[in-house]
């Protein structure tokens, strides 16, 4: 199998999203600049995460399109958000044709953008979220 590698010039601006339920936060790099935003856990606001997510890109003037990548904590960590998390980054890819990435909780120490590109630069990202497994 070849792997692809994956580098900071294929990443330049990202959404990422860790919602594992435990220090819930999204961050946004624009032309350079970091943002974040932390959220409290619980259900509500796994409800409104999508809104969160498009409202902070929207106040921090974001366009996303295909040269943008969602990347998103695979886990371990709370099944219904990672569920969300998942199915958000689908539908941005789907409806905007970004790319999107997977990192596990353990790879990322801080969440901070020197961490996060520690991750990228390392090739700590998968490219393949899912991996089925189908009954025949």
Avoid: H, W
Avoid at 28 to 53: A, G, S, Y
């Amino acid at each position: 199998m070849i792997k692809k590698t994956i580098n900071d010039k294929m990443i330049k601006d990202f959404l990422i999203i860790n919602f594992t339920g435990k220090n819930n936060s999204i961050g946004l790099r624009l032309n350079n600049n970091f943002f974040n935003k932390k959220f409290q856990t619980n259900i509500k606001n796994n409800e409104l995460l999508v809104n969160n997510i498009f409202n902070f890109i929207r106040e921090k003037n974001g366009n996303i399109d295909k040269n943008f990548s969602v990347i998103v904590n695979t886990g371990p960590g709370s099944f219904s958000g990672i569920r969300i998390s998942l199915a958000i980054a689908k539908g941005i890819k789907i409806s905007k044709g970004v790319k999107i990435y997977g990192y596990r909780d353990t790879q990322l120490g801080k969440f901070d953008l020197k961490n996060i590109e520690l991750l990228i630069n390392k090739n700590l990202l998968q490219n393949k979220l899912i991996k089925p497994v189908y009954l025949r």
